[in-house]
């Protein structure tokens, strides 16, 4: 059993989605608006304890085909579709907003969670109006139907807070040249250079995520403000999508630690100055502490197949608005395009012809 769950609006029962202008979430039926706190005060007291004294909880049973998982919407029973790492949807039928909880707790319960800054209305007029200056996409990446495919999804991220210790030693040469009558003098100097420092990294985000599509998004948004992350509620997945991590922190423990010490080492680095040249020696940075946290980012994200089923996409941070993507080119406007240089060199050339 999975726990899938609808947040409903206090006053008219009907389903609220997070409203990213005002941070507060709003009703489309009765046009009610909460903050959070007004949300889980009224579910708190909503909660009727059983016989045994628990509170009740919504579940679903969950069933798995290969690979995609089925869940029964709280809402209309319908089945909703899943793959293993979804974690908020929406169902297909009556439109509500889902958060499959069940896959946000104990140790995949995300410490923080970004919410969602820029809404769809905005996020929907960048896109047209980044597309519109790309000549040669095909026309259907921005028409009605591919813009209702825009997507906003919390995506997961182990992000790194962490302090080392490095230690730096190499030669350096400081080089003197004059010259006295028809003499040239070089004087060259050699010192010992050492430099031993501490350094604290803050907010080194790593992808969470094995997807494809997720990892180039990774390098294209980034990076988020960190510093504008709130302690995670499900209330904050209402109205988006969101994925649960299927990498873990050990996966990339590797990959992490050669990041800290490359960072150590280039700021005791930045430090040598002075020299005409600089050889390194020996160095070694040992990490002293480092704390692991797994946060939800936001993501608008529209994804494009073109006859080939080839995938493209366009992401947009969903705070910052960043924008990244790899476009798909029509060959028939481009040949037109082409075609149009062709008969403009042909009838210059005819011109120029005429005139000699």
């Known amino acids: ?54 509170a009740e909880t919504a579940n679903a049973e969950e069933t798995s085909t290969g690979d995609v998982d089925l869940f029964l919407c709280p809402s209309c029973g319908a089945q909703i579709a899943t793959d293993h790492t979804t974690a908020a949807t929406y169902c297909y039928f009556c439109h509500n907003p889902v958060v499959l909880s069940g896959r946000l707790t104990g140790e995949f319960l995300p410490n923080k969670v970004l919410p969602f800054k820029i809404d769809r209305e905005k996020a929907v007029a960048d896109f047209l109006a980044w597309t519109q200056k790309k000549r040669f996409i095909p026309k259907d990446f ?28 190499g030669k350096g040469t400081s080089l ?4 006295v009558g028809e003499i040239e003098y070089t004087e060259t100097k050699v010192y010992q250079v050492y430099r031993k420092g501490k350094a604290k990294i803050r907010h080194l985000t790593k992808n969470a995520l094995k997807k494809n599509l997720q990892q180039k998004m990774v390098e294209g948004v980034q990076p988020f403000p960190i510093d504008q992350a709130v302690d995670f509620h499900t209330e904050y ?12 922190i050990k996966d990339l423990a590797e990959q992490i630690d050669h990041e800290l010490s490359e960072y150590t080492e280039d700021l005791l680095r930045d430090t040598v100055s002075g020299y005409t040249t600089f050889t390194r020696s020996n160095q070694s940075v040992d990490v002293e502490k480092q704390d692991n946290h797994y946060m939800l980012l936001p993501v608008w994200l529209v994804t494009y197949q073109d006859a080939s089923d080839k995938t493209y996409y366009y992401a947009m941070n969903g705070q910052t608005g960043k924008v990244s993507g790899i476009l798909p080119i029509s060959n028939k406007r481009l040949g037109l395009f082409s075609g149009g240089i062709f008969a403009a060199i042909m009838i210059l050339a005819m011109i120029v012809g005429y005139l000699i």
């Open 237 to 248: 997945l209402s109205g988006f999508q969101a994925e649960k991590r299927d990498i873990e």
């Open 176 to 179: 003197r040249v004059w010259i």
């Open 1 to 54: 059993m999975a726990d899938v769950l609808t947040h409903h609006c206090p006053n008219c029962g009907g389903p609220l989605t997070f409203n990213p202008s005002d941070q507060k979430f709003h009703c489309d039926y009765c046009l009610s608006i909460f903050t959070v706190e007004d949300i889980e005060k009224f579910e708190a007291k909503e909660a009727a304890p059983t016989a045994d004294g628990q």
């Open 142 to 169: 921005f028409n009605k139907d591919q813009i209702e495919k825009m997507t906003g999804v919390y995506f997961p991220y182990w992000v790194v807070d962490a302090e080392t210790a490095g230690n730096l030693t």
